[in-house]
């Protein structure tokens, strides 16, 4: 992969609503493009600053991860992207990093650091009000139907790296949006649905994504998605 040549790798992030998270400015990797997504009245001498393409009317949080889960259409012109969340500020070594996880694979995340079943995730966002427990319910009701195994596996979402033009991360994606888009805002529930739906072969990065040498991590405000009618 050569970074010396425009347009290869970005790296962008979404802020949507008030009080969410502070953008940081990284110490940029060169021939890397920096671009976030936001509907505040942000600046920044690294990151690129965009208006949101879509917004729902009332969650932030379903704006935000509209480019999160689609950058197909939104880098039509790169060939590789890594989702951040705003929380997480990305090291200077971030495009050999890329190269890495991408080597073999169109698609690298982090597995999740405490759970391996999308059952037990659903029953934890219940339980502290990140999403209403009906909509948890009903998600899990059909996923179960369908024939969802327990313990299947589960994924951070908060990193993702991609060859977002892959046909079949682009068929990954527009499942996923479609599930968060009818179902809940906690992606990481859907997401391991739709990589078992799909088959979908790709890279699980083990470790702890806080850890992660390649990542300097800070907790999110504490904001209750579903039981404020608001954003996380």
């Known amino acids: 992969m050569d970074l010396s040549r425009r347009n290869q790798l970005v790296v962008y992030t979404a802020i949507a609503g008030r009080g969410r998270d502070d953008l940081v400015d990284p110490v940029p990797a060169p021939g890397v493009d920096y671009v976030c997504f936001t509907d ?15 917004t729902h009317l009332t969650q932030a949080v379903r704006t935000a991860k509209h480019p999160k889960v689609l950058p197909h259409e939104y880098f039509p012109d790169h060939s590789m992207s890594i989702w951040i969340d705003a929380n997480i500020a990305p090291s200077p070594d971030i495009g050999k990093v ?13 597995r999740h ?7 037990k995730e659903a029953e934890v966002v219940s339980e502290v009000q990140k999403d209403f427990p009906s909509t948890i319910d009903r998600i899990i009701s059909r996923y179960s139907q369908n024939g969802m195994p327990h313990d299947f596996g589960l994924w951070e979402c908060g990193i993702l790296f991609r060859r977002h033009l892959s046909p079949d991360i682009v068929t990954a994606m527009e499942l996923w949006w479609r599930e968060i888009e009818a179902g809940s805002q906690s992606d990481q529930i859907h997401w391991a649905y739709v990589v078992w739906k799909l088959g979908l072969k790709f890279r699980t990065i083990d470790g702890n994504l806080r850890e992660s040498p390649f990542f300097r991590y800070k907790p999110h405000p504490a904001i209750y998605w579903g039981a404020m009618g608001e954003a996380s």
């Open 40 to 54: 505040q009245p942000l600046t920044s001498k690294i990151w690129g600053i965009r208006p949101f393409a879509w």
């Open 113 to 119: 650091p405490r759970r391996d079943c999308l059952y």
């Open 98 to 110: 890329a190269e890495f996880y991408l080597s073999r694979y169109d698609l690298a995340l982090h």
